[in-house]
């Protein structure tokens, strides 16, 4: 089963050498000094490090074009340019390079392990001084090499993202603006529904732990047969360690809302109904919502229920821990 797909595409250059020098020895009382240009430095390469502290490709979507940088030219006292720097370009475990226009596969890091590191592009080679060429018919060449160029790619990343918790729940309920509260991700929040059309991740960072969350379109009844938007997306829930419901606790007919849930996620896939969940009760800044949350707790008194508000902040702490312990 599919998961979430996270691209984006790159423009990347490694530099070009620097160009060797001409230059000929200059001293007091040598009038006719040789030839003493040195030679270009290296082009910079283009690298990819791998770190597993990353969990998207989201730190790459500000920059698309990364250039490393050119070789120094040579200097005269057979001085060499200096190396130009690489650009290295940091990626999770499991993306792939592809090249953009044919689509092959260039590289898949699904193998590769914290602080490894490829490169991708050579940076090109610096050009030779004119010392080199200096032969016994010709003493004062006047002839140094350039460097060579560097190279271009334009590629996409690609990463597959399994996401650690999912959130379901009907329309309206405050998937979205859960999400917002909780991660970097900005989704569309409105007080109709069907405002999320296709799901949304996010990553939470407790410490030193990343946790990916997903905000799929509201489930309605009837769902696993197709009605509404949810369905095409239960399948992204598939794979997640855990589920979080969400009840809204702000309407008064709540009451057999997780039961619908839990039969329409049921209906599509039993084994859904093995992963560990918390029901969440929010938009407790609303009036009823306290009289709601007991009568809640009353009709599941199994189940972990926290109370949330996204408005008032309530209970986000909680449900931050209790994601991190569902999600290790
Ligand atoms: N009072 C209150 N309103 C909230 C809270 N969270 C969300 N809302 C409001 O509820 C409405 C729906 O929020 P969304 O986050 O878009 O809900 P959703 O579950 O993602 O909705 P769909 O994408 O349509 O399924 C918006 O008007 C929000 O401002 C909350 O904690 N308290
Ligand atoms: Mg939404």
Known sequence: MQGFIDETRLEVYSGEGGAGCVSFRREKYVPQGGPDGGDGGRGGDVVFLVKNNLKTLSHLNHKHVYKAANGQGGMGRRMHGKNGENVVIEVPPGTIVRDYQTNDILKDFSENIDGEEWVFLRG???????????????????????????????????????????????????????????????????????????????????????????????????????????????????????????????????????SKLLAELKEYNPDLLDKPRLLLGTKMDLETAEENLKKLQELYPDEHVIAVSVFSRQGLEELKLAMLKMAT
């Not at 859960?178 to 799901?199: D, E, G, H, Q």
């Open 124 to 258: 090109g080679g610096g050009g030779q001084g004119n010392w080199h060429f200096r032969t016994a018919r010709k003493q004062t060449p006047r002839y140094a090499q350039p460097g060579l160029p560097g190279e271009y790619a334009e590629i996409r990343l690609e990463l597959n993202l399994i996401a650690d918790i999912g959130f379901v729940g009907f329309p309206s309920v405050g998937k979205s603006s859960l999400l917002k509260a909780l991660t970097n991700a900005n989704p569309k929040v409105a007080s109709y529904p069907f405002t999320t059309k296709i799901p949304n991740l996010g990553m939470l960072r407790l410490g030193e732990k990343d946790i990916v969350l997903a905000d799929i379109p509201g489930i309605i009844e009837g769902a696993s047969h197709g009605l509404g938007l949810g369905f095409k997306f239960l399948k992204h829930i598939s794979r997640t360690a855990g589920l979080a419901f969400l009840i809204d606790l702000g309407e008064d007919d709540f009451h057999d809302t997780y």
